[in-house]
C-alpha cells in the first residue's frame, strides 16, 4: 500500500524551530519529486516547499522562504521540512505529499494524513 | 498568483443525484487543474488531473472538464461516500495554488 506518513508537529513558541519528517512506503521514493503542502484554520490548502527526486531544486512559496527548507534522504524514504523563526500565520495542518512527476510541481497523488503544527506563546 | 474561486461553497444532494462543481481561475492555466476529494479525518485523494483525466482507480461517475479560466468536476450519480469537500488546483502558472473547496453534503 503506498503510503505517507507525517511526524513531528506540536505546540512551538514564536520564533522557535521545528522539523518535520514524512516517511515514504510502498512506492520507489528517489523517483519521486516531494511536497509540503500545508491548511491554516479557516483557509484553503497552499502549496509551501517541493524537492525534486535527487534532492535539488528545492522551491518555496514566499511565504517560508528563508524560514524553511526541504530536504530528503532517499535511503531512509524520508522527507524533512525544517521551519524555523515560527510565527503565528505558521500554525496549521502540514501535509507531505507525493508528486506525480520527478522534479518539478505537478499533481499530488498521494498524500499523508498530515501533522498540526500550532505556534502560540 | 492566480486565484481559484469555486462554486457553489455547498451543494446539498441526495444520494443518485448529479453533482456539478465549478472552479474558475483569475487567467488561463490552459489544462493544467486537478480536482480533489478530502473527507474529515482522511488524507486528499487525487481524482481528476489535467482537467479530464481520472487518476488511477477512480470510479467512472467522477468526470472533468474544461480549459483555460473555466472548469467543472461533475459526479454523475452520487454515492454515499461522495459526500465530502472537493477542491481544484493549477499548476498552469508559479506558484501552485489551490480553490477554497466545495462541501457536498446530504439534503
Known amino acids: 500500500e503506498v503510503q505517507l506518513l507525517e511526524s513531528g508537529g506540536g505546540l512551538v513558541q514564536p520564533g522557535g524551530s521545528l522539523r518535520l519528517s514524512c516517511v515514504a512506503s510502498?512506492?520507489?521514493?528517489?523517483?519521486?519529486?516531494m511536497n509540503w503542502v500545508r491548511q491554516a484554520p479557516g483557509k484553503r490548502l497552499e502549496w509551501i516547499s517541493s524537492?525534486?527526486?535527487?534532492?535539488?531544486?528545492?522551491y518555496y512559496a514566499d511565504s517560508v522562504k528563508g524560514r524553511f527548507t526541504i530536504s530528503r534522504d532517499n535511503s531512509k524514504n524520508t522527507l524533512y521540512l525544517q521551519m524555523n523563526n515560527l510565527r503565528a500565520d505558521d500554525t496549521a495542518v502540514y501535509y507531505c505529499?507525493?508528486?506525480?512527476?520527478?522534479?518539478?510541481?505537478?499533481?499530488?497523488?498521494?498524500w499523508g494524513q498530515g501533522t498540526l503544527v500550532t505556534v502560540s506563546s | 498568483e492566480i486565484v481559484l474561486t469555486q462554486s457553489p461553497a455547498t451543494l446539498s444532494l441526495s444520494p443518485g443525484e448529479r453533482a456539478t462543481l465549478s472552479c474558475r481561475a483569475s487567467?488561463?492555466?490552459?489544462?493544467?487543474v486537478a480536482w480533489y476529494q478530502h473527507k474529515p479525518g482522511q488524507p486528499p485523494r487525487l481524482l481528476i488531473y489535467?482537467?479530464?483525466n481520472r487518476a488511477t482507480g477512480i470510479p467512472a461517475r467522477f468526470s472533468g472538464s474544461g480549459s483555460e479560466t473555466d472548469f467543472t468536476l461533475t459526479i454523475s450519480s452520487l454515492e454515499p461516500e461522495d459526500f465530502a469537500i472537493y477542491f481544484c488546483?493549477?499548476?498552469?502558472?508559479?506558484?501552485?495554488?489551490f480553490g477554497p473547496g466545495t462541501k457536498v453534503d446530504f439534503k
Open positions: 505529499a507525493k508528486d506525480s512527476s520527478s522534479d518539478s510541481v505537478n499533481w499530488f497523488d498521494v
Open positions: 510502498g512506492f520507489t521514493f528517489s523517483t519521486y519529486a
Open positions: 524537492i525534486s527526486h535527487s534532492g535539488g531544486t528545492p
Open positions: 487567467q488561463s492555466v490552459s489544462k493544467y
Open positions: 489535467d482537467a479530464s
Open positions: 488546483q493549477h499548476r498552469g502558472a508559479w506558484p501552485p495554488t
